[in-house]
């Protein structure tokens, strides 16, 4: 019974594959006095046609070979459809999230018995197929994202916590439920070939020597631990199973809904909340971006302003040398020099006289009030240029500021 795991599975199979018929085992023993000259494949035939319930061991030793791994391939997705489920009942941020949905639906088909008091799971996907009018590319999902951004950002981690889902959405429990009913079917037939073997259990002879048959003691050792193993794992299925149909009545699906319908459902939303999430975070840094660069245009676009009123300065006067100085007229104006036919240079004693004179003659406007009138506008004017360049600079720096934020 290779109670050393010493026989392949794919062994095992093949030699299913070539067990001899009855006719062929009764044809063989006819011609058993001609087993020399039989040859190799004739021979092997007819040998194990000599071991009681030949096929009966090669079924039994199969089924405790793979039983191994049918343990270790239905307990991981039995624990992951109920702890799936199970996350889905205690999730305070899929709730919150099915609160902002609904509330949304209602005020949306308000006067049209927008006045629902429960949503199906169904109807999440329903979210990406209302599209904004000013932008297409915007969904009812993407608003619903911004005002959990704005309200609820803890509720935009939902598809990393949920993450179970996806896995969830690739099992069946139906066809869990049909591999565990295979092993029982497996396990009895077993306990049965172990019963059969005992009641016709009997000592072949070999070379004189009495040679005992261990498929009795390699089975039923098997046996005793498969059939602990196998209650946990049906155990553990029959609580995933009302687990999941807590979930589905929890969330307004009927209980017929399959494990691939209802988690496949759930893991398409999540997904496209997710790239909803990704798409308004980059919708963001686009317009913070559009933001900056208008900032710095409308910055450039001061500073070349400044640089042409600072370029027309109105000339207030012209000295001799080209120069303007505010300072030398009011100056002249004071002393009077301004008023000669040659101001005075540094240097002279006294004022050139007048052409045509002989005495010194102190010269006044001879309109007076035009004189004072083009000296108020100049005066006027310089102020005015100042006044507007401090402006200038204030706001400059306002800019400035907010640009380094």
């Not at 794919?10 to 044809?27: C, N, R, W, Y």
């Not at 994202?145 to 896995?167: M, R, T």
Request: hydrophobic share 35%; charged share 30%.
């Amino acid at each position: 019974m290779d109670p050393r795991d010493e026989i392949q599975k794919d062994l095992i199979d093949q030699l299913l594959k070539f067990t001899p018929t009855t006719e062929e085992v009764q044809a063989l023993h006819e011609h058993q006095d001609k087993l020399q000259q039989m040859d190799r494949a004739d021979r092997f035939l007819f040998e194990v046609s000599r071991i009681p319930r030949y096929k009966n061991r090669l079924e039994a030793m199969r089924f405790i070979k793979k039983f191994r791994d049918k343990e270790a391939d239905i307990l991981p997705k039995i624990d992951a459809l109920r702890n799936t489920s199970q996350t889905l009942l205690k999730s305070k941020a899929l709730m919150t999230m099915l609160h902002f949905v609904l509330d949304c639906g209602n005020y949306m088909n308000q006067g049209r018995g927008g006045n629902a008091a429960g949503i199906r799971v169904a109807s999440l996907n329903k979210l990406v197929d209302i599209r904004s009018s000013a932008d297409r590319n915007r969904t009812l999902l993407h608003y619903l994202v911004d005002i959990l951004q704005n309200q609820k950002p803890e509720v935009l981690s939902l598809p990393e916590q949920l993450k179970g889902v996806k896995e969830a959405s690739k099992i069946s429990l139906s066809d869990l439920e049909k591999q565990i009913e295979l092993i029982r079917n497996g396990i009895r037939s077993l306990k049965e070939e172990v019963e059969q073997h005992a009641a016709s259990q009997s000592v072949a002879g070999c070379g004189g020597e009495a040679v005992c048959d261990r498929f009795e003691e390699v089975v039923s050792k098997f046996l005793e631990q498969a059939t602990v193993n196998f209650t946990y794992m049906e155990d553990r299925l029959k609580a995933a199973r009302l687990l999941y149909l807590r979930c589905v009545n929890r969330f307004g699906e009927q209980s017929s809904c399959t494990t691939e319908d209802f988690f496949s459902t759930l893991d398409g939303f999540l997904d496209s909340f997710a790239e909803a999430v990704a798409e308004n975070e980059t919708r963001r840094k686009r317009q913070a971006d559009e933001t900056k660069r208008l900032l710095i245009q409308k910055s450039s676009t001061t500073k070349r302003s400044m640089s042409a009123s600072s370029d027309q300065l109105p000339q207030v006067i012209e000295k001799q040398n080209g120069s303007t100085d505010f300072d030398d007229l009011i100056s002249a104006l004071q002393t009077g020099q301004a008023f000669y036919e040659n101001p005075r240079r540094p240097g002279d004693k006294s004022p050139k006289k007048l052409s045509g004179t002989g005495d010194l003659v102190t010269m006044r406007p001879t309109n007076g009030n035009g004189a004072n009138r083009r000296r108020r506008d100049q005066r006027n004017s310089l102020e005015q240029w100042q006044s507007s360049r401090e402006r200038g600079d204030e706001r400059l720096g306002q800019e400035r500021a907010a640009h380094e934020v």
